[in-house]
T-cell receptor, first 115, second 117 residues
Framework: DAMVIQNPRYQVTQFGKPVTLSCSQT?????MYWYQQKSSQAPKLLFH???????NEADTPDNFQSRRPNTSFCFLDIRSPGLGDAAMYLC??????????????FGPGTRLTVL | AQKVTQAQTEISVVEKEDVTLDCVYE???????LFWYKQPPSGELVFLIR??????QNEISGRYSWNFQKSTSSFNFTITASQVVDSAVYFC??????????????FGTGTRLQVFP
């Protein structure tokens, strides 16, 4: 089945220790998104890639970076995690941009704990 | 400014009851799309429905139905004869046609539905 895969499902890191979360997709979608979702809150878009073009949301902290080496993979790097970065991180994809039309397909998320 | 409001933070019902989840949105675009997503305890958001701003027909899919009313900027979701498996957080979301390179979603804060046996 075509899908969005996130690894690991659970990640524990120490305060200030860099961490990388990964996302892969078999849907061959051109757009990939990273969201941060804190407990009992809505997902918050951090950034997205349209093909290789990176688009950062205005309020995404510099501490968060992303890489997309190819169509299938996208990585979220947190350079110096703080306690406030503990959250669920969701990866999503959509087809070629449809001016708001296309639904997004989500992975199961990675729950990040910062000690 | 775009905004989605889900005023109900949490709803609890007993199995077989009907339940309606409310969603109110704000947008200045004339072309936009409304979505509902389900987030079960496993965490993955699952797409349920999309509605475009020009189609106000209500939609029914099995036990699920959606009522879109532009006059009140609402897109409500009703589950008929609820089941325990319906327990999840439900998000309403808005996407505007103005963005050319994305299908960016603006989410509401979600409604947690608990269905008890």
């Amino acid at each position: 089945d075509a899908m969005v895969i996130q690894n690991p499902r659970y990640q524990v890191t120490q305060f200030g220790k860099p961490v990388t979360l990964s996302c892969s997709q078999t849907l061959n979608h051109n757009v990939m998104y990273w969201y941060q979702q804190k407990s009992s809150q809505a997902p918050k878009l951090l950034f997205h890639y349209y093909d290789k073009d990176f688009n950062n949301e205005a309020d995404t902290p510099d501490n968060f970076q992303s890489r997309r080496p190819n169509t299938s993979f996208c990585f979220l790097d947190i350079r110096s995690p703080g306690l406030g970065d503990a959250a669920m991180y969701l990866c999503a994809t959509s087809r070629d941009p449809g001016r708001g039309y296309n639904e997004q397909f989500f992975g199961p998320g990675t729950r990040l704990t910062v000690l | 400014a775009q905004k989605v409001t889900q005023a109900q933070t949490e709803i609890s019902v007993v199995e077989k009851e009907d339940v309606t989840l409310d969603c109110v949105y704000e947008t200045r675009d004339t072309t936009y799309y409304l979505f509902w997503y389900k987030q079960p305890p496993s965490g993955e958001l699952v797409f349920l429905i999309r509605r475009n701003s020009f189609d106000e027909q209500n939609e029914i899919s099995g036990r699920y139905s959606w009522n879109f009313q532009k006059s009140t900027s609402s897109f409500n979701f009703t589950i008929t004869a609820s089941q325990v498996v319906d327990s999840a957080v439900y998000f309403c979301a808005l996407s505007e046609a103005g963005d050319m390179d994305t299908d960016k979603l603006i989410f509401g804060t979600g409604t947690r539905l608990q269905v008890f046996p």
